[in-house]
Antibody, heavy 121, light 111 residues
């Protein structure tokens, strides 16, 4: 059974940093690109970032570029999102999501339960 | 960027009746190389992550009931629930993956 379990969500002050983790199991992690998608309270879904299977190629939404860094540890089957210079508008539930294809199809067949990040003083 | 819009924002449908959700993209998401529309539909129930229902505009995912169907091409797409069940109460999102992924704002379906 495919499982994605996020951790690391917390309350952080504006300007602060946080690292989210997503532990993957039940599938061959190295066969899939991975993504982060966020959802502000009561709002819609917004794609944040993606990383290829080998961890060598990444891309970001404009709103987080230069502040967030996606990475993965294939030996640990874990995806990460390092978030720096956090702003109030980054407050959201952050989901890790599996890309359907090995080459990056950019849509998502499995999602974690999400990690809540609250940015507030 | 490709902008996705959905209509209506919300709708209430009687049990057993049809629900129709529309999704429009700001430019065509039909790829000429494979004649495929790069559109997915997701269902999100309260307190849960989204669930993939349909990809390539009309391909139902394994395990998704056949009362869910997707149609459309280029810029105009539709998700139809042919006979609404109580468990279908949710917010439905379309998403294009022709370029950097973008979701529509969602349509809330109630009974």
């Amino acid at each position: 059974e495919v499982q994605l379990v996020e951790s690391g969500g917390a309350l952080v002050k504006p300007g602060g940093s946080l690292r989210l983790s997503c532990a993957a199991s039940g599938f061959t992690f190295t066969n899939h690109w991975m993504h982060w998608v966020r959802q502000a309270p009561g709002k819609g879904l917004v794609w944040v970032s993606r990383i290829d299977s080998g961890g060598t190629s990444t891309s970001y939404a404009g709103s987080v570029k230069g502040r967030f860094t996606i990475s993965r540890d294939n030996a640990k089957n874990t995806l990460y999102l390092q978030m720096n210079s956090l702003r109030a508008e980054d407050t959201a539930v952050y989901y890790c999501a599996r890309d359907v294809g090995p080459g990056g199809a950019y849509y998502f067949d499995y999602w974690g339960q999400g990690a809540l990040v609250t940015v507030s003083s | 960027d490709i902008v996705m819009t959905q209509s209506p924002d919300s709708l209430a449908v009687s049990l057993g009746e049809r629900a129709t959700i529309n999704c429009k993209s700001s430019q065509s998401i039909l790829h000429s190389s494979n004649n495929e529309n790069y559109l997915a539909w997701y269902q999100q129930k309260p307190g849960q992550p989204p669930k993939l229902l349909i990809s390539w505009a009309s391909t139902r995912e394994s395990g998704v009931p056949d009362r869910f169907s997707g149609s459309g091409s280029e810029t105009d797409f539709t998700l139809t629930i042919s006979s609404l069940q109580a468990e279908d109460v949710a917010v439905y999102y379309c998403q294009q993956y022709y370029s950097a992924p973008n979701f529509g704002p969602g349509t809330k379906v109630d009974i």
